[in-house]
């Protein structure tokens, strides 16, 4: 098994920035697609944003209202998934979740879900 573990949450005042991070606990696992899911006190998780493809090409898809101020980026020597989030606004308050699809070399694949980092953007 393998553990996605986030780290960078915190409190923040409108408009400012953070960066929250999405580490593998396993070098040996790869994995394909990565993303970002977020959930709000009293409604239904959200996707935010995904990495699709290889390890060799990535392609990047936003929800709607993220586009221009979060940019999601990963460092695979790293296994680490990034999201830069600018330009904060309180509406993105949530528990923030990373998953990716991966598994080890030659072994079978599974989503696996972090435990989530606490967003607050309040002033």
């Known amino acids: 098994q393998v553990q996605l573990v986030e780290s960078g949450g915190g409190f923040v005042q409108p408009g400012g920035s953070l960066r929250l991070s999405c580490k593998a606990s396993r070098s040996d696992f790869t994995f394909t697609n990565m993303g970002w899911y977020r959930q709000a006190p009293g409604k239904e998780r959200e996707f935010v944003a995904i990495l699709s493809g290889s390890t060799a090409a990535t392609y990047p898809t936003y929800m709607e209202s993220v586009k221009g101020r979060f940019t999601i980026s990963r460092d695979n020597a790293d296994n680490t998934l990034f999201l830069q989030m600018d330009s904060l606004k309180p509406e993105d308050t949530a528990v923030y979740y990373c998953?990716?699809?991966?598994?080890?070399?030659?072994?079978?694949?599974?989503?696996?879900w972090g435990q989530g980092t606490q967003v607050t953007v309040s002033s």
């Open positions: 998953n990716g699809y991966g598994g080890p070399l030659g072994g079978s694949r599974q989503w696996y």
